[in-house]
């Protein structure tokens, strides 16, 4: 059991690098879209490695649960999964059209969320380094149970 354990903060530790390495991709992302914008060179770069990067959050999504990050975190990998997939495929789809403007959008959506995932992930394994089970979701203010305020 002691290795199932081991094994399996092994795998959360990895996983919370690999959302932080995303956020750091992210951000490069970022900066070849202005160099290829600003400097004249182009968009290749930025299209090639915007197309490398797509998928890692369907991964992150996949994992997850599996490593027990807890159910907000694993929701938000899934949101930010469905936005970074949507996001690359956006501009294909509305080049010359208005909407092919979102992309922008969405890129920082696809940033905001890959910080808050990483965050989440981080402070879920702050709270239980070594515990195998999922962080229990917060307890509502008031209950039924509770005595009427008077």
């Known amino acids: 059991m002691e290795s199932r354990n081991t094994a399996r903060n092994g795998a959360r530790y990895l996983v919370i690098a690999l959302m932080w390495l995303f956020l750091a991709a992210v951000v490069v992302q970022f900066y070849f879209a202005g160099r ?57 789809l509305f080049r010359g059209q208005s909407l092919g403007a979102l992309h922008i959008p969405l890129a920082l959506a696809v940033a905001v969320l890959s910080y808050v995932v990483a965050m989440q992930a981080t402070s879920t394994l702050r709270a239980a380094p070594d515990s195998d089970a999922l962080p229990e979701p917060p307890r509502p203010l008031l209950t039924a149970d509770d005595p009427p305020i008077e």
């Open 36 to 92: 290829g914008l600003l400097s004249g060179g182009g968009m290749v770069l930025h299209q090639r490695f915007g197309w490398s990067i797509a998928h890692i959050p369907i991964i992150l999504a996949l994992l997850a649960p599996l490593v027990g990050l807890g159910w907000r975190t694993t929701v938000l990998t899934v949101v930010l999964a469905v936005v970074s997939g949507v996001q690359p495929y956006w501009v294909v």
